[in-house]
């Protein structure tokens, strides 16, 4: 039985000491002739008998923000039992104890270790995965408790992922899951996700600090369960999921030239409105450029200057152009529509509908969620800083046919992509409610 918890360790250069525990070190050896951390150990990237616990170089995600250690050799399995760690295996002193550097910790409940050890046996890969936005003086001393921790269950192999930064793999981004499918995937191992499962304590209930361990479960398919339900068997309770969710969108109708508006002759100045990630872009890609339009394009030419050349260069040379930018304000836009007029060709204007929160999903999707067929055929795509998506808002001015427009057309967002493009479109992404 498991009875404590509170265990004062500290490292030093020659290993773990122990201050002062009642706890599990010894109750571990009482399954077992030999005490177990002196085992002998496969070869392999896990852990060895003087370094039981290791973190594993380099760390994962394109800027080495992830984290990855192993306890001893944990093999791949097709059932994994994944867990949150703070406020699930271990008590969340950044809440209860607010000592973020310290490496005293508990189990969250006695029961923990010795339901991980039933898990384990029962034929479950153990893996841990947690977000730690903790300054880098602050991950050493988190990177050592877990360490310490492991020393705690000396027999139990596992494998951890610690998200350090806001990007794609912090939850409920699903980045830290698709790291454990491929690591999987090398040794020959699919997960089965129906016998799956992930427990966290950020769960949506009345007194949770967040919904992002149950949004981290159902981005990546898995049965999820709160530490209360997995550990003591507790019913499950009411809990809601704050935050922008695509379900909340209206289905909306993708566009179509209609009989009395064709593409084609004569040359034409057709304006784009609209916040960043709804779109626009491929939206010129699919409609206009097959037809030869030339794309004027801030983002690609840099300057507002070098765009006003290029639509009067276009003009100059009998073509038709799309001005490919966010075009929020009346003057803004007045820039083309004289153009336009000195060339007494018609300026159309679309303006592409979506909130400031489909805009910023659609960034985030794009920046660290797209899946990983797509990575591999497609450039990366930089974040989009919050500030110019909020700022598009604040300064947008809706377009009219007084400004010199011949028409107005609204544009509704519709997402285009395969099934799996879609499936990771779906997935809760706000990251720290944002
Ligand atoms: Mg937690």
New binding site residues.
Partial sequence: MYTTTRVALTITAGGVVLVGSEVSLTDWTTHSSVFPIFEKRAAGEGGTEDQPFRWLIPSLSPTRSCLHGVHLTPTASSRVAAF?????IIK?ERRVMKKVNEVEWEWWKAVVPQKLKEVHNSGYSIVLI??QNLKPAGLVGWKKKISIIAAAIPELPFRIFAATAKDGHRKPMPGMWFELERIFAEDGITIDKSTSYYV???AGRSDDFAST?RKFAINVGVQFYTPEEYFLEIPPAPYTLPGFHVSTLEKGKSWSPSSTYTLYQPPKVVLFVGPPCLGKSTFYRTHFAPAGYVHVNQDTLGSRLKCVKAAEEALVAGKSCVIDNTNRDVQTRKYYLDIAKRFQVPARCFVFQGSTELSWHNNLYRAYARPASVIAREPARALVPYAAIVGFADAYKAPSVKEGFTKVLDIPWVFEGSEEERRHWNMWLQIDGK
Avoid: I, P
């Avoid at 949150?84 to 699930?88: F, S, V």
């Fill in positions: 949150d760690l703070d406020g699930t969340d947690s977000n966290g304590d950020a361990d």
